[in-house]
């Protein structure tokens, strides 16, 4: 019987979970079983749409869809404009046709995040806040543009 010698098996199982370029697959789940003998290692894809997909360990989840669910509230809200044609102008885009709107976020994430436990209590809605304005801050900052979601990019 041939047998196999591993000099450095860490190395070769961590290739065999994370690819050998060190980027962790994070929709992949592995089983291992074995005996004195051999080790089995069984690669098994995750969805992110199964209910129980081991993926969200803390909830995440359910925290990415009230996060969707609060943001969606924010569109056509108090603070959009209300004659025809400006519905869907919102304070935030003001800010960014003036360069206002990244500062504005991060202050808005440190004002949320800072009152968090301190005004009623340690409500959700000061989280949500937070996520969302660190949601505009990735846009704000150049991370994502409007030509992602097929707009215009504001000039001067």
């Keep these: 019987m041939p047998s196999l010698i591993l000099t450095n098996s860490w190395s070769l199982l961590y290739d065999i979970m994370y690819g050998p370029e060190d980027e962790q697959n994070f929709a992949t789940r592995y089983t291992f079983s074995g005996s004195d003998d051999l080790i089995d290692i069984t690669k098994i894809p995750v969805t992110v749409t199964d209910k129980k997909n ?56 440190l ?11 340690r409500n959700k809605r000061d989280l949500m806040k937070v996520i969302h304005y660190a949601m505009l801050l990735l846009h704000f900052d150049g991370h994502y543009t409007r030509k992602d979601n097929g707009l215009t990019e504001f000039t001067r």
């Design 54 to 109: 081991h993926l969200w360990k803390y909830n995440e989840d359910k925290i990415l869809k009230d996060v969707e669910d609060y943001v969606t509230t924010t569109y056509h809200g108090h603070y959009c404009g209300d004659s025809d044609g400006y519905a869907d102008i919102q304070t935030i885009d003001l800010m960014a046709a003036k360069r206002l709107a990244a500062g504005f976020c991060q202050a808005n994430i």
């Design 111 to 121: 004002k949320y995040g800072s009152r968090y436990g301190d005004k009623d209590g």
